[in-house]
């Protein structure tokens, strides 16, 4: 970024976005627990590729809380990729299928690398995943009108980080 002359609140917007995306992969790749057990056989029975089905889910909360945290899991990518990235609207949705796919497939090939049964792979997951990073791109589009109106009623010095906000918004009229 100092070769691209980006300013300091770039770095910061950028240095937030990449601490976001280490945070996720420790939620998606860690703790790995190897299994000295550990069978294939079981281990690709166990993958749901049926959507929307959760299993024998006996206690609600805790599926419950699966959806949510799949969903949030991914909200802030949905937000933060324009900040990093010219992302247009048509191309959203491909980046959310991508991201909720790729996060399963990471578990997946962790999971075979280090004979581990620890994560289970489900295409929910993958879906729950794809939604937050729409929703986090509509909040994102939601920010964008927000901000435009208040900028139109209130006199904002664009230097700094409201420079870099206003140049990405403008972007993404």
């Keep these: ?12 917007i950028f240095s937030l976005f990449w601490f976001y995306l280490i945070t996720v992969a420790a939620v998606v790749i860690f703790p790995i ?3 000295p057990d550990f069978n294939l056989v079981h ?6 590729i049926i959507p929307f089905y959760f299993g024998n889910c006996e206690i609600i909360i805790f599926c419950l809380r699966g959806i ?11 937000f933060g990729v324009n900040f990093l990235w010219q992302v247009k609207q ?7 299928v991508a991201i909720g796919i790729g996060l ?5 090939i962790v999971g075979l690398v280090w004979k581990s ?9 993958a879906i729950l995943n ?8 509509v909040l994102f589009k939601v920010f964008t009108f927000v901000y435009l109106k208040l900028i139109n009623h209130i006199s904002i010095n664009h230097n700094g980080i409201f420079k870099e906000i206003d140049d990405i918004i403008s972007y993404n009229k």
Excluded: H
């Excluded at 949510?68 to 949905?78: A, E, H, M, R, V």
């Excluded at 191309?91 to 959310?96: D, E, G, P, S």
């Design 33 to 35: 627990v190897p299994d």
């Design 43 to 48: 281990y690709l029975q166990n993958i749901n």
């Design 68 to 78: 949510i945290d799949n969903i949030f899991l991914t909200i802030p990518f949905g």
């Design 117 to 125: 049964e620890f994560r289970v792979i489900d295409i929910n997951d």
């Design 1 to 12: 970024m100092w070769r691209r002359k980006r300013t300091i609140s770039a770095l910061l």
């Design 104 to 108: 399963e497939m990471i578990q997946f």
């Design 130 to 137: 794809c939604s937050g990073v729409v929703i986090g791109y």
């Design 90 to 96: 048509r191309n959203i949705l491909w980046v959310a």
